[in-house]
C-alpha cells in the first residue's frame, strides 16, 4: 500500500497517516425481509431437529411446541418443574384496532419423560411480556412499562389476581423492553434493560432512574432497587456461577461473556467515561446465558456458559478460568449448531431434570428495527422449546421441593444442581421465618468439616440468610476468613449487602478484603467501600494499589474514587495529608476524578517535588490537558525552562499536550511565553516541531517571520516544516493565506498538497480552486481524498468546491475517484456529486438497484456465486473492506463485525447494503455529524457521549473527542460506508462476494469456529528506507519497533489461515531469498506457559519479544502479564503454504490470554 | 405488608403535623359540556388510567355534558418532565411535557406534581415551586382552568424501607407551597395531603389493603381515593358500587380503560426510537399507524358517552 505520512495536518498535532485509498466498504450488516420466498422453510419440527449438529454425546428432542407456543420470549420453571413461558404475538408493534393479547403459558411435564404433556393459558391481555418468572405465590411478568404480578388464588390454573409491582419502564424499543428475570442467589430478583430504554420508578427509597442499559437488582420483600451494573446494548442473559459471580451476554454487543461485578460499567451506558470490556472479543452477538451444573451433564460441563448465538442459529459452549480479579473465557464446540434459517435460540435454562432447555423463537425473520414492522413474512405463530440431554445419562430426579420440610429444604443445599439449591432457598422465603433460623443454625453445626464441598455448603447458608432477610454475623466473618477465595469474596458481598445491620463492623469486612492475597476479594473490597460515603473507605479503597492490579481492579477503584470524590478530594484541597501522604495512591485518585479541580494539587505535589521522575511526565500531562490558563502557564514554564531537570522528551511531550489543550479547549497559558523564541530554534527535532505548533495556535504574531520562513525553506527537514506550515495556518490572517499560497507554488506535489489541506481553513474558496487544479494532475496512486479531506470537512467546503468545480475539468478517472473521496466525507452534498459527474463527463455511475435486478442478482448468488472466490474478493486491497470491518475481531471497528452476517442477513439485504448502505443501519452504527465552532463538521459513530465530550469514531477508525462546548450543531448522520463502494466490481464479482458474505457464519467453510486463532497480523511493507535498514543490520531489526520499518494490517481469512500470496516481500541482500515479515500481539493477562501450534514451520523463523527463538515444532512459551510480540519470517521461495498459528493450552498452565485484534 | 402505625393515630399524627388541613381555596371544579380535562403527574396519575375509577365517578357525575379526558401521567415524572426526555435531555422532558399536554387541548388542566420532587427536601422547594410555575406560564396559552392536586403523605413501607415520616415533613411544606401558587394563579387547589391515609381509614372494613407499598394506590385503595378526590374537588358524586354485581358499571369502566389504553398507544407508542426518533429512516414509514389511534379513541369516547346516558 502507498501511504504518505502527512505531518501537515491541519488542527492536529499528531501526524496522521492518510491511507492512498479513502475507498471505505462499511458494510451495514443486518437482516431485512426475504423477498427469496423459497427461504422460508418448513415448519415441522421434526425437520428442524434433523438439521442440528449436537455436541458429541448429546442428544436434542422437542419439548413443547407451537401452536400454543408462539413466540416464546422468556421461560423459567417453578419448583415444581413446570415451564412458564411469556410470549408475544403483538411484537414488534400493536397494530391499530389490535387487541394487545399476549401470554403467560405454563407448560408441564407430568409424566417426567422429557416431553411436555400439557400446555395452558395462565395470563393474557398483555402488551409484549418481555419476562417471566414464578415466584412468590405466582409469577412477576413483564407487561411493557410495568412489573406485575400475577396470581391464581382458586387455583383454577388461570391468574385472577394483578398487583402492579413496579412500574415507569421505557418502551422505546420493544426488543429492548425490561427482560431477563432472574432470582439470585442471595433471593433478589435481578431484571435487565438495553441500550434505548429510558426507566423512572418510584419506590418507598426515592426514585429510581436508569438510562440506557443495565441489570437491575430488587428485592420484593423490601422493594428495594438498585442497579448492579450499567450498559451493554442488549443484556439479553445474566446468570451466577456457583458462587454468586455474575456474568452475561449481551444481544448486540460483541465481546462474549461479560464479567459483571457491582458498579461495574459496559459499552454504551450514557454518560460513562469508561467501560469494563467482555471476555470474547470478537465474537457474535448472544441471547440468554445459563451456568450449567448437576449431576446428568459430564464432569466436563461443570459450570460451562451455555449462551445462543441466535444469527448464526447456534446454541454456544463456553469454559471460565481464573484471571486475576476476574475472568477468561473459551469458546467449546458448539452445543448446537444448525443451518435452519428458522432457528432462533434466544433463552436457554436448566430444567428440573437437569437437562438443557432451549427457547427457540422460530422466525426467518429477527429483531424489528431493520425489518418493516408489517413485514408479511414475520412469523408470529410458530415456537419452540427443546431439550438437550446426555445420552446414556440418567436424568436427575426432580426434587420434591413445595412440600418438603425445612430440614430436607436445607440438604438439597448440598445438592450439585444449582436448580435445586435456588429453587429450596425461595422456598424458604416463604417458610416461618423463625424456623429457618433456628434450622440453619442447627444445619450448620452438623456438616461435615472434612467434606469437601463444606465451605460452599456454608456459603448456601449464608445466602439462605440473606435470602430470607435474615442475618448470621458468626458465620459471615468465618466465611469471610474462608480458605477459599471465592467464599471470601461472595461473603464480602453478603457484608456489602448487610452493610446497615453490621454498622461499623461492615467497614472492617472491606478493608480486610482490600488487603486479600486474591484479587477477587480485594475487587469485591473496593466494591463495597464505594457505597460507603466516607474518607475513611476512600482511604481504605486506595489500599489496593499496594497490590498488582489488573484491569478489573482498576476500574473498581477508578469509579470508587470518582463515587468517593467529595469525601476526599476537598481535604486535598485544603492541603491536608490524605492516603498517608502515599504519592502513587494520591495521583490515582486524582488522576481517576479527571476533572479540572484536581489540578492544583497534583501541581503542587509537583512543585514540591514529591512527584518521581517516572511518574512526572504522566501527571504534567493530566495538569495540561485539564488545567487552566494559569496552570497551563505553569507547565509552560516547566516544559521551557533551561533549569528544569525534566527530559527534552518530557518536554515534547508536554508542550504537545499544550497545543492540543488549546485546540480542543482554547486555553491559551497565561504568563509569559517568550521562551518559545528559543524553543523554536531548539536542537531537539521534535520539542522544535511542538514549539513551532505553539507559536501558532497561541498566536504569537513576533514569530510569524520565523515561522513562515520555515515554512518554506524546502531544505528543512520535513516533520519540522510541517508543525510550521500548520503555524502559519493557525496564525491565519492575510499573512498566512499569502505564505500558503507561496507554498503552492512551489515546484513539488507535498508542499502544494498541504498548500491545500492549510488553505481549505484559512481560505476555502482559494483552496477549492487550487484543490481543483491539482486535482487535475494528481500524481499515480494518490488518492483525491489526501487533498479533499480537510476542505470536506469545513462548513462551506462542499459548496466551494462545487463552484470551483463549475468550469473545471477532470478525467474520467480523476472524476471516478473524487467521487468515492466526496462520499466518504463527513457532508453529502449531491450538487458537489453532480458537479463532479460533469467536471468528468462521467454517466450514471455504478450499480442502480431496480426490484428486477435486486431479484436477478439474488438468484445468480445462489446458482452461481463462489464463497471462496468472494472471500478473495473481500479480502482485495483496493474494496478496503477489513478497514472498516472485522471478521471475528480482526479488521476495522468503523462497522459491524461480519462474523455472523450470513446467518442473519438474508441475500436481498447484502445485496443492497452494498450498493444502498445508507438504506437501512445497524444497531450502534448510526453516525453523528458535528459542526464544531471552528468551522469544522465532523462525522462519526459515536461510542462515548458525556457532559463534557463527544467521542466519535470516524470512518478512519479514528477516535475524535469533541469537546460539547464547542458543537455548534449536531445532527442524525448517514452510513459511513459511502455510496458506490462496489461500483469496480464487475456482476460476476458482486455475485461471488454476496455469496461470500452470505456464507459468513454458517456452518461450513465459513463458520468462525471456537479455536484462538491469529487473525490480526502485521506485515512488514517495502519501503526505501525500511529496505535499506534491514539491508545494514540483520532480520533481526524486524522485530523491533524500528521507527525506518513500515507495517501494514493483514488478516487472515475466515478460516484462519494466512495466504502467503499479497503479502509484501524483502530482499534485503542479493544471496538472500525473497522473505515476508509478519508478526501479531497478544496480552497475557496471567502468566505462564502459553502453547503455539503451527500448522506447518517450514521456513518460518521465529522472534518473541525481539528475541530470536528456536522453533523446532509446537513452541511453549513462559510469558509474563502484559503485551508480547511474536515475529516470523517466511522464506517465500520455499515457503507456498498458508500460515496458521493457533494458542493451545499448555497442560497445567494457569496462564491467560487474548489475542490482540483490530484494524 | 406491616404497619408500623395504625392509620387511626397516624391520622392523629399527621393532623397534628399538617395544623388545619387546608380547605379547597377556589371555587369547585364546575365541569362544563365540551370539557376536556387533562390530567400529569407521576406513577398516581398514570395508574389511574388503567383503574379508571376517579374517570368514571367524574364522567357519570355528568351524565348531560359531553365531557372527555386525557391523561398524561408518567412514573418518576416531575414538574420538570423529567421522565419525558428520552434519549435527550431534561430540556427535552419539559419541551415533550408541554407538547404533549398542548396536543391533548386542555380546557381543565389537573396538575399534580411534587410527590418525587419531595426527595429532594426542604432544600429542593424553591426549585420545585419555579418549575411549577414555569410549567404554568407555559401552558398559559391553553387557557385551561387549572387544578392543583397536591401530592399526598406516604405511609410506612415494607420493613427495611425508610419511616416516611421525615419526606412528609418535607411534602406538607410542598403542598403549602402548591397551595400559595394556586391562590397566586387563581387556580383551584385540592389538598390530598391526607388522602392516602384517609383511604386506609375507611378501608378497616374491607379486607383488601389500600397500599402495598406504602406510596401507591392498590386498586381498591384506588376506587376508594377516586371517592374522595371527586368529593374534594367539588364534584357531587352519587353512591356508586363498582362490585361486579354492577355490569354497567363494569362495562363502563371497561370501556374508560380501553380508551385510555388506546390513547396511550398514541400519545406514548412503544418504539419511539423507529417511528420518529433517530431510527426513523428505519419504521418512518409506520409512524402513518400512530395517528390511526385518534379515531379508535373517538369510538371509544361515543362508546363511553352511550353507556353514560344509558346510566339511571
Known amino acids: 500500500m502507498n501511504t504518505i505520512n502527512l505531518n501537515t495536518s491541519p488542527n492536529s498535532v499528531t501526524s496522521v497517516s492518510l491511507c492512498f485509498c479513502l475507498l471505505t466498504c462499511v458494510l451495514t450488516a443486518r437482516v431485512h425481509a426475504q423477498r427469496d420466498l423459497k427461504d422460508i422453510p418448513d415448519s415441522d419440527p421434526e425437520i428442524e431437529r434433523s438439521s442440528f449438529i449436537v455436541a458429541d454425546g448429546f442428544e436434542v428432542n422437542l419439548y413443547a411446541s407451537d401452536p400454543l407456543i408462539a413466540k416464546p420470549i422468556q421461560m423459567n420453571f417453578d419448583a415444581d418443574g413446570r415451564l412458564w413461558v411469556a410470549s408475544s404475538t403483538v411484537y414488534p408493534h400493536i397494530m391499530p384496532g389490535q387487541k394487545a393479547d399476549d401470554k403467560v403459558l405454563i407448560i408441564e411435564d407430568k409424566d417426567q419423560d422429557g416431553t411436555a404433556d400439557t400446555t395452558s393459558v395462565f395470563a393474557g391481555g398483555l402488551l409484549i411480556p418481555t419476562g417471566v418468572i414464578p415466584g412468590d405465590g405466582g409469577a412477576y411478568v413483564v407487561n411493557s412499562t410495568e412489573v406485575l404480578h400475577l396470581s391464581d388464588t382458586d387455583n383454577d390454573g388461570k391468574a385472577d389476581r394483578r398487583r402492579i409491582v413496579l412500574s415507569g419502564f421505557g418502551t422505546e424499543d420493544t426488543h429492548h423492553l425490561l427482560h431477563t428475570l432472574r432470582w439470585g442467589h442471595d433471593g433478589c430478583l435481578y431484571m435487565n434493560q438495553s441500550i434505548y430504554i429510558h426507566s423512572h420508578v418510584e419506590t418507598p427509597y426515592g426514585v429510581k432512574r436508569l438510562n440506557g442499559g443495565g441489570i437491575w437488582r430488587f428485592r420484593p420483600e423490601t422493594l428495594e432497587l438498585d442497579v448492579l451494573s450499567y450498559g451493554l446494548v442488549n443484556p439479553w442473559g445474566h446468570h451466577f456461577d456457583a458462587w454468586g459471580q455474575s456474568f452475561a451476554t449481551d444481544g448486540a454487543g460483541r465481546e462474549g461473556i461479560n464479567y459483571v461485578f457491582p458498579g461495574s460499567v459496559f459499552v454504551t451506558s450514557p454518560g460513562a467515561k469508561r467501560f469494563v470490556s467482555g471476555l470474547n472479543p470478537g465474537s457474535p452477538k448472544h441471547c440468554g446465558l445459563e451456568v450449567v451444573s448437576g449431576r446428568h451433564l459430564p464432569d466436563d460441563w461443570q459450570g460451562s456458559l451455555v449462551a445462543n448465538d441466535f444469527r448464526a442459529h447456534r446454541v454456544c459452549r463456553f469454559v471460565l478460568s481464573e484471571d486475576g480479579a476476574g475472568y477468561a473465557s473459551r469458546q467449546e464446540v458448539e452445543v448446537i449448531k444448525s443451518t435452519h434459517v428458522a432457528f432462533r435460540p434466544i433463552d436457554v435454562k436448566m430444567g428440573p431434570d437437569g437437562a438443557i432447555y432451549i427457547a427457540d423463537w422460530y422466525n426467518p425473520i429477527i429483531q424489528h428495527g431493520e425489518v418493516d414492522f408489517r413485514d408479511p413474512r414475520r412469523d408470529h405463530v410458530h415456537g419452540r422449546i427443546w431439550r438437550v440431554s446426555a445420552k446414556g445419562r440418567p436424568a436427575v430426579k426432580r426434587p420434591k421441593l413445595t412440600d418438603a420440610s425445612i430440614a430436607q429444604l436445607l440438604d438439597v443445599l448440598k445438592q450439585p444442581e444449582e436448580w435445586n439449591r435456588q429453587h429450596a432457598k425461595l422456598i424458604l422465603k416463604t417458610r416461618d421465618k423463625g424456623k429457618v433460623v433456628a434450622a440453619l443454625d442447627q444445619w450448620l453445626t452438623k456438616l461435615d468439616k472434612s467434606e469437601s464441598q463444606y465451605e460452599h455448603h456454608r456459603l448456601e447458608a449464608l445466602w439462605s440468610y440473606q435470602t430470607i432477610g435474615g442475618i448470621n454475623r458468626s458465620l459471615l466473618q468465618e466465611l469471610a476468613g474462608s480458605t477459599d477465595h471465592r467464599v471470601r469474596a461472595a461473603a464480602v458481598r453478603v457484608a456489602s449487602d448487610w452493610q446497615e445491620q453490621l454498622g461499623r463492623e461492615a467497614l472492617q469486612y472491606y478493608m480486610r478484603a482490600v488487603r486479600d492475597e486474591h484479587p477477587r476479594v480485594r475487587l469485591e473490597g473496593v466494591c463495597a467501600l464505594e457505597k460507603i460515603p466516607s474518607r475513611e473507605a476512600a482511604k481504605a479503597a486506595i489500599q489496593a494499589l499496594d497490590r498488582p492490579m489488573d484491569r478489573f481492579l482498576d476500574f473498581a477503584l477508578w469509579r470508587t474514587m470518582r463515587e468517593l470524590e467529595s469525601h476526599w478530594l476537598p481535604a486535598v484541597m485544603d492541603g491536608e495529608r490524605v492516603f498517608d501522604g502515599d504519592i502513587t495512591r494520591l495521583t490515582f485518585a486524582l488522576k481517576a476524578v479527571d476533572s479540572p479541580t484536581v489540578v492544583a494539587p497534583l501541581l503542587q505535589l509537583v512543585a514540591q517535588g514529591k512527584v518521581a521522575d517516572d511518574r512526572a511526565t504522566n501527571v504534567l500531562t493530566l495538569i495540561a490537558t485539564l488545567g487552566g490558563a494559569d496552570e497551563l502557564g505553569k507547565v509552560f514554564a516547566m516544559a521551557s525552562s533551561a533549569e528544569s531537570k525534566l527530559s527534552t522528551e518530557t518536554k515534547a511531550t508536554l508542550l504537545e499536550a499544550l497545543v492540543a489543550t488549546t485546540i480542543q479547549r482554547k486555553v491559551i497559558p497565561a504568563g509569559n511565553l517568550g521562551a518559545l523564541k528559543e524553543l523554536i530554534a531548539t536542537q531537539h527535532l521534535r520539542l522544535r516541531a511542538a514549539g513551532l505548533r505553539a507559536a501558532g495556535v497561541w498566536k504569537q504574531e513576533s514569530l510569524r517571520d520565523a515561522v513562515s520562513n520555515l515554512a518554506l525553506d524546502t531544505t528543512a527537514n520535513r516533520n519540522e516544516r510541517d508543525a510550521a506550515i500548520d503555524a502559519v495556518t493557525s496564525l491565519g490572517g492575510s499573512e498566512g493565506v499569502k505564505t500558503l499560497n507561496q507554498l503552492a507554488m512551489l515546484d513539488n506535489f507535498d508542499d502544494q498538497l498541504r498548500a491545500v489541506r492549510s488553505l481549505s481553513v484559512i481560505a476555502p474558496r482559494n483552496a477549492a480552486k487550487r484543490a481543483v487544479e491539482l486535482l487535475g494532475r494528481l500524481p499515480e496512486g494518490i488518492d483525491p481524498s489526501l487533498v479533499l479531506t480537510v476542505l470536506l470537512g469545513r462548513k462551506n467546503g462542499p459548496a466551494e468546491l462545487t463552484t470551483a468545480l463549475a468550469d473545471g475539468k477532470l478525467s474520467v478517472d480523476a472524476a471516478k475517484r473524487t467521487l468515492r473521496a466526496v462520499r466518504s466525507g463527513s457532508q453529502q452534498s449531491p450538487e458537489l456529486i453532480a458537479a463532479i459527474q460533469k467536471a468528468g463527463g462521467l454517466s450514471e455511475a455504478g450499480w442502480k438497484l431496480t426490484p428486477k435486478l435486486l431479484e436477478e442478482l439474488v438468484a445468480e448468488v445462489a446458482s452461481n456465486g463462489n464463497a471462496h472466490r468472494g472471500e478473495a474478493i473481500y479480502r482485495r486491497k483496493e474494496l478496503q473492506c477489513a478497514k472498516c470491518h472485522a471478521i471475528a475481531g480482526a479488521g476495522g471497528r468503523v462497522g459491524p463485525d461480519l462474523i455472523s452476517v450470513g446467518a442473519s442477513a438474508q441475500v436481498d439485504y447484502l445485496v443492497q447494503s452494498l450498493i444502498t448502505p445508507n438504506s437501512k443501519l445497524k444497531e450502534n452504527f448510526h453516525s453523528l455529524v458535528i459542526a464544531t465552532d471552528d468551522g469544522r463538521v465532523v462525522s462519526g459513530i459515536p461510542i462515548r457521549q458525556n457532559d463534557t465530550e463527544v467521542v466519535l469514531r470516524d470512518a478512519e477508525d479514528r477516535e475524535l473527542t469533541i469537546p460539547t462546548s464547542s458543537i455548534e450543531e449536531k445532527k442524525d448522520g448517514r452510513s459511513l460506508m459511502p455510496d458506490g463502494s462496489v461500483d469496480q466490481l464487475t456482476r460476476d464479482e458482486l455475485v461471488d462476494l454476496v455469496r461470500f458474505l452470505s456464507e459468513v457464519g454458517k456452518v461450513g467453510d465459513f463458520a468462525v469456529g471456537s479455536a484462538q486463532v491469529v487473525r490480526r497480523w502485521r506485515a512488514l511493507t517495502w519501503t526505501q528506507e525500511g529496505h535499506h535498514r534491514l539491508n545494514r543490520t540483520s532480520y533481526d531489526i524486524a522485530a523491533t519497533e524500528d521507527p525506518a520499518l513500515t507495517w501494514e494490517s493483514a488478516y487472515s481469512r475466515v478460516g484462519g489461515d494466512l495466504p502467503l500470496d499479497g503479502l509484501p516481500q524483502l530482499k534485503p541482500h542479493r544471496e538472500t531469498p525473497q522473505t515476508t515479515f509478519v508478526d501479531f500481539d497478544l496480552e497475557v493477562s496471567t502468566s505462564g506457559a502459553i502453547g503455539f501450534r503451527f500448522n506447518s514451520i517450514d521456513a518460518l523463523s521465529l522472534w518473541v519479544d525481539s528475541k530470536p527463538t528456536p522453533l523446532t515444532g509446537d513452541v511453549t512459551l513462559e510469558l509474563n502479564r502484559g503485551r508480547h510480540r511474536l515475529t516470523l519470517s517466511v522464506d517465500r521461495e520455499s515457503r507456498k503454504t498458508p500460515l496458521r498459528v493457533e494458542l493451545i493450552p499448555a497442560p497445567g498452565s494457569k496462564a491467560q490470554a487474548q489475542l490482540v485484534a483490530g484494524k | ?312
Open chain 2, 1 to 312: 405488608m406491616i404497619r408500623a402505625l395504625h392509620p387511626q393515630s397516624a391520622l392523629a399524627a399527621f393532623l397534628l403535623l399538617a395544623g388545619t388541613l387546608p380547605l379547597a381555596q377556589s371555587a369547585p371544579l364546575d365541569l362544563q359540556d365540551g370539557d376536556r380535562v387533562v390530567f400529569v403527574g407521576g406513577t398516581f396519575v398514570e395508574r389511574m388510567q388503567q383503574f379508571g375509577y376517579l374517570e368514571t365517578l367524574l364522567t357519570v357525575a355528568h351524565p348531560d355534558k359531553h365531557i372527555t379526558f386525557r391523561n398524561l401521567g408518567w412514573s418518576g415524572d416531575t414538574v420538570w418532565g423529567e421522565s419525558r426526555a428520552l434519549f435527550g435531555t431534561q430540556a427535552d422532558g419539559f419541551a415533550r411535557l408541554i407538547k404533549d399536554v398542548k396536543e391533548a387541548k386542555p380546557t381543565v388542566l389537573a396538575i399534580c406534581y411534587g410527590a418525587n420532587e419531595a426527595h429532594a427536601g426542604v432544600a429542593g422547594q424553591q426549585r420545585f415551586i419555579d418549575g411549577l410555575n414555569q410549567l404554568l406560564n407555559q401552558l398559559a396559552d391553553t387557557k385551561a382552568r387549572v387544578v392543583l392536586l397536591s401530592p399526598y403523605a406516604y405511609r410506612p413501607g415494607p420493613p427495611g424501607a425508610p419511616s416516611p415520616e421525615a419526606y412528609n415533613s418535607v411534602l406538607k411544606s410542598y403542598c403549602d407551597a402548591i397551595s400559595k401558587v394556586a391562590v397566586k394563579r387563581n387556580a383551584q387547589y385540592v389538598s390530598l395531603f391526607d388522602l392516602l391515609i384517609v383511604v386506609e381509614e375507611n378501608v378497616r372494613r374491607n379486607e383488601r389493603p389500600v397500599t402495598e407499598n406504602g406510596i401507591h394506590f392498590t386498586q381498591s385503595g384506588k376506587r376508594l381515593a377516586a371517592f374522595e378526590i371527586a368529593k374534594r374537588l367539588g364534584v357531587d358524586v352519587p353512591e356508586l358500587d363498582f362490585g361486579k354485581a354492577n355490569e354497567h358499571l363494569t362495562k363502563l369502566r371497561a370501556a374508560i380503560h380501553l380508551k385510555n389504553e388506546l390513547y396511550f398507544y398514541r400519545y406514548r407508542p412503544q418504539n419511539e426510537t423507529y417511528l420518529f426518533l433517530f431510527r426513523k429512516h428505519e419504521q418512518g414509514n409506520n409512524a402513518v399507524e400512530i395517528p390511526q389511534f385518534d379515531p379508535l379513541v373517538e369510538e371509544q369516547e361515543k362508546v363511553i358517552a352511550k353507556l353514560k346516558t344509558l346510566r339511571r
